[in-house]
Structure formats: structure tokens, C-alpha cells
């Protein structure tokens, strides 16, 4: 369990699956995570998130994001495609209730996962993509030390459109720098 000053990020649980139904079946989310476009049934949930938690590649790690006073679980992270000689994972980060969002809880869940995958798994380099149009992430993800390295264009069709999608990365020793005082 990984505990920020106002998150925690915790294994997932069997019973993660309702969860995890409602939220990778949310219109915005699918959007904005360049996910999949088909529905979700409960059955193929409960079979990735049995997946998931018996992984045993140590290519990906999941947690459920809870605020840290309720203990609610509001969103879910993943460091992803994790490259054990070359030091470097994807990161996956949403906030999925609206009563949570603005809260600078992304902010704190996110430094949080970054912190545990430089200093504790020692990784060198986090990636992670987006779309151009999320400024609200764009802002998000520049606070805790990602940088554009790129942009592929028409990249995510949505909406009768083709929209670029921003390549993002972060350096452990920039982040290391950023945060020294904490």
C-alpha cells in the first residue's frame, strides 16, 4: 500500500470488479483514456481484474486510488509495460468520482506512484500519453515532471474526429529535483 499526504494506493481486491465495471464503462473515461470503445460486460471485468491481480509477468502493477480520510475508492493507476534493464514503465492515472476531482488529488496520487517508482523500484524514465484537448491533465501531469517529447497527430478517432495525442515523459532525476523538499 502506497499512502500519500491526501491518497492511498492500494492492491487491487476481488471485489474491485463492480468498480471497475462502472468505470471502464463511463463515456468520459473512455475518451479521455483512449480506451477501448466496445462495452464491458461484468463477466470480462471480473476475468481482467482476476488477471490483473494474478500477473505474474512483473510487467504491470494496479492499485485503487482511495482518499486517504474515507478510505473512498475514487480512481485507479498503473505503471504499466514496465522494462526492468532499461528502467522505464507507463503510467496509467484517473480519478473516476466527480465529487473528488479538483481536490488536488490527482496531484497527490500521482506524485505518490511516481515517488514508489523512482525511489522504490528505481525506474529512470515514466511515461504516459494523453490527449492535447485535456489541458486540465496536461497542467496535472506538469506538476509532478512530465514533459512533451512529442505529439502524434490524428492519432485517437472519437467523436467523428481524428484528435492528437501528446507522448509524455518524466526523469527520475528531474522529479528527484522537484521534490527535494518534501
Given at each position: 500500500m502506497l499512502i500519500g499526504e491526501k491518497t492511498i494506493l492500494r492492491p487491487l481486491k476481488k471485489d474491485d470488479s463492480k468498480l471497475f465495471y462502472e468505470w471502464r464503462n463511463?463515456?468520459?473515461?473512455?475518451?479521455?483514456?483512449?480506451s477501448l470503445?466496445?462495452?464491458?460486460?461484468?463477466?470480462?471485468?471480473?476475468?481482467?481484474?482476476?488477471n490483473a491481480m494474478?500477473?505474474?509477468?512483473?510487467?504491470?502493477?494496479?492499485?485503487?486510488?482511495?482518499?486517504?480520510?474515507?478510505?473512498?475508492?475514487?480512481?485507479?493507476?498503473?505503471?504499466?509495460?514496465?522494462?526492468?534493464?532499461?528502467?522505464?514503465a507507463f503510467a496509467g492515472f484517473t480519478i473516476m468520482e466527480n465529487d473528488f476531482k479538483g481536490k488536488d488529488l490527482s496531484h497527490d496520487g500521482l506524485y505518490t506512484l511516481f515517488n514508489y517508482a523512482f525511489n522504490q523500484l528505481n525506474m529512470n524514465k515514466i511515461l504516459g500519453h494523453l490527449l492535447e484537448s485535456n489541458t486540465v491533465s496536461q497542467k496535472m501531469c506538469?506538476?509532478?515532471?512530465?514533459?512533451?517529447?512529442?505529439?502524434?497527430?490524428?492519432?485517437?478517432?472519437?467523436?467523428?474526429?481524428?484528435?492528437?495525442?501528446?507522448?509524455?515523459?518524466?526523469?527520475?532525476?528531474?522529479?528527484?529535483?522537484?521534490?527535494?523538499?518534501?
Open positions: 463511463n463515456i468520459n473515461f473512455i475518451e479521455l483514456a483512449q470503445r466496445f462495452p464491458k460486460h461484468e463477466l470480462l471485468e471480473e476475468e481482467w481484474l482476476n494474478l500477473d505474474t509477468s512483473n510487467r504491470n502493477i494496479y492499485f485503487i486510488i482511495e482518499e486517504k480520510k474515507t478510505r473512498t475508492a475514487i480512481g485507479f493507476a498503473s505503471l504499466n509495460q514496465i522494462d526492468w534493464i532499461s528502467r522505464h506538469m506538476k509532478v515532471g512530465y514533459e512533451i517529447e512529442g505529439t502524434l497527430k490524428d492519432h485517437y478517432y472519437w467523436n467523428n474526429k481524428y484528435h492528437n495525442v501528446l507522448f509524455l515523459s518524466a526523469f527520475k532525476d528531474n522529479f528527484n529535483l522537484m521534490f527535494s523538499s518534501k
